[in-house]
């Protein structure tokens, strides 16, 4: 158990219907990042909160795609309107932010299928 | 970031070193090397990470070369339970022109054979 949870871990959805995901990092972490998964690939940046200010956002987050992060505590995604393309495991990961010391700290995710 | 170059794919014996070797030749001075591991179905854990020094801790070695070009990351005795793909990255949290995002790649599949 690394700290950071995500909730839930698996999500079922049709095409079309909105899907919202949390993540509960760890409590004295202020930066927190979401990255996207498909099978065979590494993790691919999504977005990152430094406390409460999204701070970067990666072109592959379409207009369908918002993440919150309000009082610097946990954090929303939200895909609206999916598509079978969305379909991933959605990670979530905290830090310190420390310069000699950036670990990140993975939740287990949360693996959408979109049918 | 600095972009890493690993092999796709290692295998090693149970109880032998392995040793997954990392490329990252446009390593910028304030750059760290991170590695960390992603058994299936779960989320990757951090490993051990270093700057030009050799570190060890509980779980590797991490080797980086004189010209931080390259590293190996060390596990001395392998077990079935090391077979998972390991990622390498640099990455710093304050690197100049705004890229500061740890960017993974394919990272190296490690299986451990008995």
């Known amino acids: 158990d690394t700290g950071v949870s995500q909730d839930p871990r698996h999500k079922i959805t049709k095409r079309g219907q909105n899907v919202t995901f949390r993540c509960d990092p760890i409590?004295?972490?202020?930066?927190l990042y979401w990255y996207r998964q498909t099978l065979g690939q590494g993790p691919e940046f999504l977005t990152y909160?430094?406390?409460?200010?999204?701070?970067?956002k990666s072109r592959l987050l379409s207009d369908r795609f918002s993440a919150e992060r309000p009082k610097g505590s946990f954090s929303t995604l939200e895909i609206q309107r999916t598509e079978q393309g969305d379909s991933a495991m959605y990670l979530c990961?905290?830090?310190?932010?420390?310069?000699?010391?950036?670990?990140?700290?993975f939740g287990s995710g949360t693996q959408l299928s979109v049918l | 970031d600095a972009k890493t170059t690993q092999p796709p794919s290692m295998d090693c014996a149970e109880g032998r070193a392995a040793n997954l070797p990392c490329n990252h030749s446009t390593i910028s001075g304030n750059e760290y090397v991170y590695w960390y591991r992603q058994i299936h179905s779960q989320g990757p854990q951090y490993i051990i990470h270093g700057l030009k020094n050799n570190e060890t801790n509980e779980m590797a070695s991490l080797i980086i070369t004189e010209d931080r070009k390259s590293s190996t990351l060390i596990l001395p005795h392998a077990t079935l339970r090391d077979t998972a793909v390991y990622y390498c990255i640099a990455h710093s949290p304050f690197a100049s022109g705004g890229s500061y995002i740890p960017t993974f790649g394919r990272g190296t599949s490690l299986i451990v054979h008995p």
């Open positions: 909160f430094q406390n409460e200010a999204q701070l970067e």
């Open positions: 990961a905290s830090s310190t932010g420390r310069a000699t010391n950036e670990k990140l700290f």
């Open positions: 409590s004295e972490h202020n930066r």
